[in-house]
């Protein structure tokens, strides 16, 4: 854990959503998804949590269960622009140096795992961690909805530097490859560089957000994870969670 530190969990949420409007306020055994993505973060124990929302409705029914939520702009482009918004609008003056952000679709993630994406500030050459596990499922290695880190292992293969993120199959021939799990935490000020920089060559080719850092030689750690959390993108994902917290 992080010493002498102070981090914060910001979770961006918004309405708006393809395949599955409205899904932030989506009933999972009686309390909207949101909240259950705010509970966990709790559950991680690290720090303050807030959402930050691009809509009152959401704002309004994390505050009646009692959490913390922030309007932000609606025509954010990224989670990552909306949380930089947030972070600067509820701490000016910077207490919380550390930053997580956990996708507000994320309502069974384990709180373990929310932990361990600090590991890496042990380093203090790294600008920005994030998660990844062991692809078990061979039809994801070809599917390009699936984000491959491509990762420099340390020598326990637990954690390492990231060399590239793609969605096409890599590294190439046999052997083990690893899913990115969109959870990352950010020291404040790699963050507010990253907001500031604009979309890179590969970022936009790839459409990987990511990518932007890494070409702008900022340095990305990965923690080895056991299982990819269940993102909620479509009703059967929703159906799936509601099973899992209904249990």
């Known amino acids: 854990m992080l010493q002498n530190r102070d981090p914060i969990i910001l979770i961006p949420s918004r309405m708006a959503s393809t395949r599955l409007p409205g899904k932030p306020l989506a009933d ?11 509970r966990r973060a709790e ?15 959401i704002v309004d029914v994390v505050k009646a269960a009692g959490g913390e939520a922030i309007l932000t702009l609606p025509e954010h482009p990224s989670g990552t622009d909306r949380i930089f918004e947030a972070l600067n609008a509820i701490d000016p003056q910077g207490k919380h140096d550390v930053v997580i952000n956990v996708q507000g679709d994320l309502p069974t993630i384990d709180p373990q795992i929310i932990r361990d994406v600090l590991l890496p500030f042990e380093s203090p050459e790294v600008d920005i961690a994030t998660l990844a596990a062991e692809i078990s499922d061979e039809d994801e290695h070809a599917n390009p909805n699936v984000v491959k880190a491509v990762v420099a292992w340390d020598k326990a293969e637990k954690q390492g530097r990231a060399l590239y993120f793609t969605r096409a199959s890599a590294p190439a021939n046999d052997g083990v490859r690893y899913h990115h799990i969109g959870l990352y935490a950010y020291r404040r000020a790699a963050l507010s560089r990253f907001c500031q920089l604009p979309p890179s060559p590969l970022e936009q080719r790839e459409k990987l957000e990511q990518l932007r850092a890494l070409e702008h030689d900022m340095r990305i750690d990965v923690v080895k994870v056991e ?7 479509t009703q059967a994902d929703l159906d799936k969670a509601i099973h899992i917290i209904s249990g």
């Open 28 to 38: 999972i055994a009686g309390l909207p998804m949101i909240v259950h993505v705010m």
């Open 43 to 57: 559950e991680s124990g690290i720090g303050r949590v807030v959402v930050a929302a691009s809509e009152q409705e």
């Open 227 to 233: 299982t990819v959390p269940l993102g909620v993108d």
